[in-house]
């Protein structure tokens, strides 16, 4: 016991129990696994960022064989003492030591593996890339890939609605592979280009897509390939038409009711006028008799609204102090 607790203090010390290194695309995604001993699965897991003053948690397990999502950062434990931890959208400040832990009561015994993180900036192509194409036809995607990469497993995989990747397909060599007979994917490594072909697109074939590479230890995601699949360009009748009437129809009842606004602010100062009017008359008629007939050119309801706005003003002030 004793001397576990040493071999325990021991290899904290000496830096690590088991270190990974990974290394990331900035505004790419890496993947990679962290293991834990047996008898462990029903503990808590935590992955956080080594500070000066402790590690900063950025996300923690939840039902197992589940993936939690928090900002930028996905954990899925599974029941094969191993727990799967994403980073999205990378950033060169993520760049850091972290940490896979697992909880237990006490600390001293917990597990621990040593995540090094790097960002590259430099050499990463392309972040993102459009694709439109047609129903039943064929789309060729093509990623070009850094140097690093060249002699590794290319990857390609499907974005779901959480960000998840799944359904990755996984190329070890230049040779071209076929999945399900309706993709094809291959890998030029002498002009590091990597393509995937799907032919017979369906509706479901739209969707964000990733392009990266893989060593033993995690998966890059470098370039997010956005695939539009639309119904052949056949019907420009219908596809003219509708963006036309649609983008007719909401300025109409902006029109309209910016009509109405003036038509009743208007209204609303005429009356406001014609009342103003009808009382400084009645005022001066009762004071003056004919008076008002030479009077009412100087003093203008814009005056008068003017002089009445400046009196509530001081009124309200007054309200306030
Ligand atoms: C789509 O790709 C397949 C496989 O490469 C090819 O046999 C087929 O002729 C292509 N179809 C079109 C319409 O280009
Ligand atoms: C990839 O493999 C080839 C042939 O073995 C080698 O010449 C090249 O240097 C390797 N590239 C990298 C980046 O390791
Ligand atoms: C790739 O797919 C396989 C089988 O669907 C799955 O076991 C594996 O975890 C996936 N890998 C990644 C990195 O998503
Ligand atoms: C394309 O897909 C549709 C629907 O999945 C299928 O009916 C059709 O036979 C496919 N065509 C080819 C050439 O594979």
């Known amino acids: 016991m004793r001397n576990l607790l040493i071999l325990i203090i021991l290899s904290f ?3 690590c129990v088991s270190c990974l290194e990974v290394e990331g695309c900035s505004g790419g995604t890496v993947i990679f696994t962290c293991k834990y001993p ?8 935590y ?5 000066t003053q402790s590690c900063e948690e950025k996300i923690k397990s939840g039902m197992k064989n589940t993936w939690e999502n928090k900002d930028r950062f996905s954990l899925c434990d599974t029941n094969r003492k191993l727990f799967t931890v994403i980073i999205r959208k990378l950033e060169k400040s993520d760049e850091g030591n ?8 006490d600390p001293s015994s917990g597990h621990v593996t040593i995540v090094e993180l790097k ?10 890339v459009k694709e439109t194409a047609y129903l039943g036809r064929n789309a060729t995607i093509t990623c070009k890939y850094p140097e690093d990469h060249e002699n590794r497993t290319k990857y390609f995989c499907k974005q779901d609605d959480r960000f998840i990747c799944k359904d990755n397909i996984t190329l070890e060599s230049e040779k071209i592979s076929n999945k399900h007979g309706r993709l094809f994917v291959s890998d030029n490594r002498r002009e590091r280009v990597f393509t995937v072909t799907f032919t017979n697109l369906t509706v479901e074939d739209t969707g964000v897509y990733w392009c990266g590479g893989k060593t033993h230890v995690y998966t890059t ?11 052949p360009p056949k019907t420009t009748m219908v596809t003219t038409m509708s ?14 009711t910016s009509v109405v606004t003036i038509v009743s602010v208007s209204l609303g100062g005429l009356v406001f006028a014609a009342f103003l009017v009808i009382v400084y ?3 001066r008629n009762k004071q003056k008799g004919s008076f008002f007939l030479t009077h009412t050119h100087t003093h203008t309801p814009v005056e008068a609204a003017e002089g009445r706005t400046a009196h509530n003003n001081g009124q309200n002030s007054q309200n306030i102090q």
Do not use: H, W
């Not at 992955?47 to 500070?51: L, M, R, T």
């Not at 995601?221 to 119904?231: D, G, P, Q, R």
């Open 221 to 231: 995601l470098i370039t997010e390939v956005e695939l539009a699949v639309n119904a």
């Open 38 to 45: 047996d008898n462990y699965q029903s503990n808590d897991k």
């Open 98 to 105: 972290y940490k896979c832990e697992v909880a237990t009561s």
């Open 47 to 51: 992955f956080c960022k080594e500070s």
């Open 13 to 15: 010390m000496t830096g």
């Open 243 to 256: 963006p036309a009437s649609s983008s007719r129809s909401p300025p109409s009842p902006l029109n309209s």
């Open 281 to 283: 008359s009645c005022k």
């Open 119 to 128: 960002v590259k900036e430099d050499d990463c192509f392309k972040k993102s």
